[in-house]
């Protein structure tokens, strides 16, 4: 609703929004955002304009007041993962998002002993992971017994 109390948008332009000030941190999918406009239109909050699939969705002056009343207490929800990730966290996220659109390829059009291959690479990447955070704590524990 925050990003509505600039401008009315679409449920599409508010996904690339949010996706886009949380650093791609946060990509919310239709699925989630047209429900949750859908309710505050019942609820009165926001109005649509426009035919469906293009639809434009406006705060009403209820949706303004409920907005100024809680901005304060809300806060930018994308500034929280802004504030938690490391510099590299967002990267890191676009990498695994094109890791799982090459995993659904694998799974679309693998033969099983792909698919098979596949799943062990998965499972060494797990694997390493792991182990890579394990250094660091081991580091970090032999750094504090100095």
Known sequence: MLLLREQPRSGHQIAQELERRSLRMWRPRPGSIYPVLQQFEEQGLVR????????????????????????QEWGA?????????????????????????CV??????????????????????RRELYLLLAEDEEKGQSEESR
Do not use: M
């Open 104 to 125: 659904k390829q694998v799974g679309n059009v693998a033969s099983g002993t792909q698919v098979e291959r596949a799943g062990l690479l998965l499972a060494r990447v």
């Open 48 to 71: 649509a304009t426009g035919r469906q699939g293009s639809r434009l969705f406006h705060l009403t002056e209820e949706g303004v007041r409920h907005c100024n009343e809680g901005a």
């Open 77 to 101: 929800p994308w500034d929280a993962w802004r504030e938690t990730a490391d510099e590299g966290v967002p990267e890191l996220y676009h990498q695994l998002n094109q890791l799982a659109a």
